[in-house]
């Protein structure tokens, strides 16, 4: 079962930097490269310089990205722009968003977790590719760092977390500001024991799914074999990673689906698929150009059976499978094994490379790039329910890559784990 504990974060020394949100980043993986300019300008200690840093040219094994960020790290430690807290600490964390109309409050927390192979209390929930371990494991081999928060989920319908949470939330926030994105974000130091031996007691019981953050899990699993030593002893700081927990069952957890686009597909042929389609699907065509329309009607009869919205240069239709299974099939691997592999013949492995096959979150996008004639379908999704991810997930089953956007996204700045004895 998962193991915590506290620890002495590295922080941001709001008596050198007087505003945060200026030097605090969204998580690497999502941070395109105009983005990146933008955080660069902002400070220049913007964390982005250490979770993606730019390369330059005559980078070299000697000089290069990685190195910068480790020297950057280090000079910023050194100048007290970055410091230690004083007691080890659980961070707790809020969220204030909208989504679909609706203002929404996600809580959540920051500790420590003791890396275990997959299945001993943490499971993985999708399918991972190799460059982003090898970029992060370069990254904590030179930094020494945890720079940013795995994002995990865990099941408490009682809310015995929770109402620790919001306990807490009733102090003074040690930070708080609204980013870019008008998400209102807060953080609370507690080093209370009484409180942190709570928690660690309700979580050894709990089942952990990663949610955000799959390739940092398996780089720390990595860097975790290389600095073991026979007289390292046990407990050591590269045994954890930390880690940010939210209870999928809370009212604040939003799961937002991840649509998907086919183009540069020779063999692609609309007709033959929608034919191939009618074997198990029910299809209804519409004239409607009203996405928001179609993907309202994708979500009737959704519980039941596995259905997806199609568009393509002939307009929209709504495919319903006619006898699905009980419980019936995750949507996503449905659409992947079922009709992306064997109905069109993009293979895992095109996939793996960025062939044909690519993702979305914004349905305006899926919709744009097919009706400018740069993309042949676009497929338009459900998103994934908590439950149904905690029966596919704790049963040993990996999903297809980008089944599941969990919506905000974590902040990455608000605290660091110094992989070394000083934050224990």
């Known amino acids: 079962m998962p193991t915590i504990r506290p620890f002495k974060g590295l922080r941001y020394n709001t008596s050198v930097v007087n505003e945060i949100k200026d030097v605090v980043a969204p998580p690497y993986d999502i941070i395109y490269d105009e983005w990146v300019d933008r955080l660069y300008e902002r400070h220049p200690n913007n964390i982005v310089r250490l979770i ?104 408490d319908a009682d809310n015995k977390i929770q109402d620790i949470l919001l306990k807490v939330a009733e102090n003074t926030p040690d930070a708080d500001f609204t980013d870019e994105q008008e998400i209102g974000r807060k953080m609370w130091v507690l080093n209370d024991e009484a409180a942190i031996a709570e928690l660690q007691s309700i979580m050894k019981d709990l089942e952990v799914i990663i949610a955000d953050g799959h390739h940092r899990y398996e780089t720390s699993l990595a860097y975790k074999k290389l600095m073991d030593s026979p007289d390292a002893g046990s407990d050591k700081p590269s045994d954890y990673v930390s880690m940010y927990f939210s209870n999928a069952d809370d009212m604040g957890m939003t799961i937002l689906p991840t649509h998907r686009k086919v183009g540069g597909l020779e063999t692609f042929d609309e007709k033959k698929l929608f034919e191939d389609l009618k074997q198990d699907y029910d299809i209804i065509s519409y004239d409607t150009t009203d996405l928001d329309e179609m993907l309202n009607l994708i979500k009737d009869d959704s519980e039941r059976t596995n259905v997806f919205g199609i568009f393509t240069s002939n307009g929209y239709s709504v495919v319903k499978m006619k006898d699905p299974s009980s419980p019936k099939r995750l949507d996503v691997e449905v659409l992947h094994f079922d009709i992306i592999e064997n109905m069109m013949g993009i293979t895992p492995e095109d996939t793996a490379k960025g062939k044909y096959l690519h993702f979305c979150k914004s349905p305006d996008h899926a919709y744009d790039e097919v009706a400018s004639g740069k993309d042949q379908v676009s497929f338009f999704m459900n998103a994934v329910v908590s439950d149904e991810l905690f029966r596919v997930v704790l049963n040993g089953r990996r999903m297809p890559q980008k089944s599941t956007y969990f919506y905000p996204k974590t902040m990455s700045g608000l605290v660091m784990y110094k992989v070394d004895k000083e934050s224990f």
């Open 52 to 155: 993606k840093s730019k390369s330059e040219s005559g980078d070299d094994d000697n000089n290069n990205k990685y190195t910068r960020a480790r020297g950057d790290i280090n000079a910023w430690i050194k100048d007290s722009i970055l410091i230690h807290d004083e007691k080890p600490s659980i961070y707790v964390r809020s969220e204030t968003y909208r989504v679909g109309g609706v203002t929404k409050t996600r809580f959540g927390f920051i500790s420590l977790i003791k890396l275990e192979d997959f299945g001993k209390g943490v499971h993985p929930h999708e399918k991972t590719l190799s460059a982003p371990k090898v970029d992060r494991l370069n990254l904590i081999t030179e930094t020494k760092t945890n720079l940013s928060q795995i994002f995990s989920i865990y099941s």
